[in-house]
């Protein structure tokens, strides 16, 4: 009787542990909204660390979080890092990729916890700017990442969706921004050199 149970829970053990690897390494996440302004208008606030604290969903979370800046102010090079209490953590974010109202590309790492890559898309409609804010985080390759892996959509969707909503509702009430001003790059794209 003994035998059996310890054999079914090996059993377990390894299907679980197995079943992990069964499970994606690099989670994706997206969310996205459309903003009524052109691209011009929204750009600014996602080409500068600076300026994207302003419509940032966890700002709000930790008043007193501790943010210092490096690099240039804005594109790539941009860097920010945060240390805040357990809700925001610490970490750093910098632009590896800013392509002129159309894009931006970010690398992001956790205070020691893992990194991930995010990245802002402006596409035009009809009626407005389509935002596309996406990340890919490496949960690592063990069982307990790859678990925990599940739970990311439903973890930071939400904050997605709140910082969505803050853009949003910043850049519609700024006045609307010139097609692209005379001194911008028409791309300023690749990776930036550590």
């Known amino acids: 009787m003994l035998r059996h149970i310890i054999t079914a829970i090996v059993i377990a053990i390894i299907a679980i542990v197995g079943g992990a690897y069964l499970l994606p390494q690099i989670v994706h996440v997206e969310r996205s909204t459309v903003i009524e302004r052109p691209a011009a208008s929204i750009f600014p606030y996602i080409n500068s660390l600076k300026r994207a ?28 890092s945060w240390s805040g209490n357990d809700k925001v953590g610490s970490g750093t974010e910098v632009i590896t990729q800013s392509i002129w109202n ?21 596409t035009t409609q009809d009626h407005g700017t389509q935002v596309l804010w996406s990340v890919d985080v490496d949960v690592g390759n063990n069982p307990i990442g790859r678990y925990m892996g599940l739970t990311l959509d439903k973890a930071i969707g939400a904050d997605y969706e709140r910082g969505l909503a ?7 009430k700024a006045p609307e921004a010139p097609a692209q001003p005379a001194s911008a790059p028409a791309t300023d794209s690749k990776a930036a050199t550590s």
């Open 53 to 80: 604290n302003e419509w940032s969903p966890w700002t709000d979370i930790d008043p007193n979080v501790k943010m210092t800046y490096s690099g240039p102010d804005f594109g790539v090079g941009a860097k920010m």
């Open 102 to 122: 159309r894009k931006i590309a970010v690398d992001l790492e956790f205070g020691g916890r893992g990194g991930g890559k995010a990245a802002l898309t402006l």
């Open 166 to 172: 803050r853009l949003k509702a910043l850049v519609e």
